[in-house]
């Protein structure tokens, strides 16, 4: 069997051996080893959760205790990319020959959110977060602020336009991009923590230090994941900006439903009601929810209709403030304790990585490439399915590949002529995407 496909036991070790880097270490040959274990349950993660079978890469990380770690370690990149990059990109001797190294850093932090997301579904994930959750929400209210600004929308765009760009700079077009699907990938993870918590602390972060319910109406009013181009609406689904034909132009994306499940948990939870101090500028805010809560849109999700009534009431009344209680509320540490640890050293940490982590030999790059691109080999994504293929067309049990995608499967040649209009778009998609992550991958010389 594959080396790369995740068995139980193969999970357990990966799981079993998760530990904290520090800063400086981020990008060395020990680090890159768990980033490569980190990146495959997280595809093991994912097709299981897909498919709706054992769970197990979220068991273990649940019964080791290691959200913990992730959640650091996502930090931690977080804090690179922050006050380590800058610095790093305008050293004179940084001028690497390649960009692959670096850009399997920036990455990180997007595999960890990924799999954070697919676990932070179930409850019992949110449960062993223990405290790091209180970190998860204030990394959340990070990424929703800069979602709620023109960076990430700016970003994304350039990322877009095609032209020729140094290494360097491409780099940082490919870190801009990264960051708006990140952020959007915390959109859900915050939605999840909605869901499943009932510590006192993690709710006082959420309605009372960051004012969340403010920040989702911005959203929900600015609608980052939405754009106009041309004449044509797109919406960024799945990882991609795609044209929305006009008849579903109103359809409700997973993250707007998102929000909306988020505003509805943190406004109608009696726990959250207590908490909230709906003052004269928190009211306003939130009656401008009022304008979005269509028919079309309460259709697509019923409960909204409860938040709706909410508002109606809201909107009549002055609910009391919030009673001051005297709670000892636990704090988050994680962004605090890396930054004071490092504070007046990023500049000899960006020397040091220059020299030391960013400089690997050829062989060894190839290497990592090597590794790295049999973790996204599609012959792998195939065996870990549970199931026999499906023809795109008719449905039944298939064995031909559609040659250009890979993607689709078929039964026969009938079946993938007949169904060609309807695969063409996702094809090229498709094609586009497994390009980038070859670029991505490749060492260029």
Same mark, same amino acid.
């Given at each position: 069997?594959?080396?790369?496909?995740?068995?139980?036991?193969?999970?357990?070790?990966?799981?079993?051996?998760?530990?904290?880097?520090?800063?400086?270490?981020?990008?060395?040959?020990?680090?890159?080893?768990?980033?490569?274990?980190?990146?495959?349950?997280?595809?093991?993660?994912?097709?299981?959760?897909?498919?709706?079978?054992?769970?197990?890469?979220?068991?273990?990380?649940?019964?080791?205790?290691?959200?913990?770690?992730?959640?650091?370690?996502?930090?931690?990149?977080?804090?690179?990319?922050?006050?380590?990059?800058?610095?790093?990109?305008?050293?004179?001797?940084?001028?690497?020959?390649?960009?692959?190294?670096?850009?399997?850093?920036? #990455?990180?932090?997007?595999?960890?959110?990924?799999?954070?997301?697919?676990?932070?579904?179930?409850?019992?994930?949110?449960?062993?977060?223990?405290?790091?959750?209180?970190?998860?929400?204030?990394?959340?209210?990070?990424?929703?602020?800069?979602?709620?600004?023109?960076?990430?929308?700016?970003?994304?765009?350039?990322?877009?336009? #095609?032209?020729?760009?140094?290494?360097?700079?491409?780099?940082?077009?490919?870190?801009?991009?990264?960051?708006? $699907?990140?952020? /959007?990938?915390?959109?859900?993870?915050?939605?999840? %923590?909605?869901?499943?918590?009932?510590?006192?602390?993690?709710?006082?972060?959420?309605?009372?230090?960051?004012?969340?319910?403010?920040?989702?109406?911005?959203?929900?009013?600015?609608?980052?994941?939405?754009?106009?181009?041309?004449?044509?609406?797109?919406?960024?689904?799945?990882?991609?900006?795609?044209?929305?034909?006009?008849?579903?132009?109103?359809?409700?994306?997973?993250?707007?439903?998102?929000?909306?499940?988020?505003?509805?948990?943190?406004?109608?939870?009696?726990?959250?009601?207590?908490?909230?101090?709906?003052?004269?500028?928190?009211?306003?805010?939130? /009656?401008?929810?009022?304008?979005?809560?269509?028919?079309?849109? %309460?259709?697509? /999700?019923?409960?909204?209709?409860?938040?709706?009534?909410?508002?109606?009431?809201?909107?009549?009344?002055?609910?009391?403030?919030?009673?001051?209680?005297?709670?000892?509320?636990?704090?988050?540490?994680?962004?605090?304790?890396?930054?004071?640890?490092?504070?007046?050293?990023?500049?000899?940490?960006?020397?040091?990585?220059?020299? $030391?982590?960013?400089?690997?030999?050829?062989?060894?790059?190839?290497?990592?490439?090597?590794?790295?691109?049999?973790?996204?080999?599609?012959?792998?994504?195939?065996? /870990?399915?549970?199931?026999?293929?499906?023809?795109?067309?008719?449905?039944?049990?298939?064995?031909?590949?559609?040659?250009?995608?890979?993607?689709?499967?078929?039964?026969?040649?009938?079946?993938?002529?007949?169904?060609?209009?309807?695969?063409?778009?996702?094809?090229?998609? %498709?094609?586009?995407?497994?390009?980038?992550?070859?670029?991505?991958?490749?060492?260029?010389?």
């Amino acid at each position: 069997m594959d080396s790369s496909v995740i068995l139980p036991v193969e999970a357990e070790g990966f799981v079993q051996s998760l530990e904290t880097f520090s800063l400086k270490e981020v990008g060395s040959s020990r680090w890159f080893r768990q980033h490569e274990y980190i990146e495959k349950l997280n595809m093991q993660a994912i097709l299981t959760a897909s498919a709706m079978h054992d769970e197990f890469v979220k068991e273990l990380l649940v019964s080791y205790r290691k959200i913990p770690v992730l959640v650091h370690e996502m930090i931690l990149v977080e804090v690179w990319k922050r006050k380590v990059f800058p610095i790093l990109r305008q050293l004179q001797d940084f001028n690497p020959k390649n960009t692959f190294h670096i850009y399997m850093v920036i #990455h990180h932090e997007a595999t960890i959110i990924n799999l954070l997301e697919t676990i932070m579904f179930h409850k019992d994930s949110c449960e062993a977060a223990d405290d790091s959750v209180l970190d998860l929400v204030d990394y959340c209210h990070r990424k929703l602020i800069l979602l709620a600004s023109e960076a990430t929308r700016d970003a994304a765009v350039t990322h877009d336009q #095609h032209k020729l760009v140094s290494s360097i700079e491409e780099l940082q077009m490919q870190n801009a991009a990264l960051e708006f $699907e990140i952020s /959007l990938k915390a959109v859900s993870v915050l939605r999840y %923590i909605t869901d499943h918590t009932d510590s006192i602390s993690v709710i006082s972060r959420m309605l009372c230090t960051h004012n969340m319910p403010c920040v989702l109406v911005q959203l929900i009013d600015c609608c980052p994941w939405s754009r106009c181009r041309e004449g044509e609406v797109q919406k960024f689904i799945n990882g991609k900006w795609q044209t929305i034909p006009v008849e579903d132009h109103l359809k409700m994306t997973k993250l707007d439903g998102q929000v909306w499940l988020s505003l509805y948990n943190l406004l109608l939870k009696e726990d959250c009601q207590r908490k909230y101090d709906f003052n004269s500028f928190n009211k306003n805010q939130l /009656l401008k929810l009022r304008g979005f809560l269509t028919d079309v849109l %309460i259709d697509q /999700l019923p409960n909204l209709v409860e938040l709706q009534r909410f508002l109606a009431h809201l909107s009549v009344t002055d609910p009391a403030p919030p009673k001051k209680e005297l709670i000892l509320e636990q704090i988050p540490e994680m962004w605090n304790h890396i930054v004071g640890e490092n504070s007046g050293k990023w500049k000899a940490i960006a020397k040091y990585q220059v020299k $030391e982590t960013f400089n690997p030999s050829e062989s060894d790059l190839r290497q990592q490439a090597q590794r790295l691109a049999q973790t996204y080999n599609l012959d792998v994504m195939e065996s /870990l399915l549970p199931e026999k293929p499906k023809c795109g067309s008719c449905g039944i049990e298939a064995t031909k590949r559609c040659s250009r995608c890979q993607g689709e499967w078929y039964c026969h040649r009938e079946c993938q002529v007949k169904h060609w209009p309807k695969h063409k778009k996702a094809c090229q998609l %498709i094609v586009e995407a497994a390009e980038k992550i070859q670029r991505d991958l490749h060492v260029s010389s």
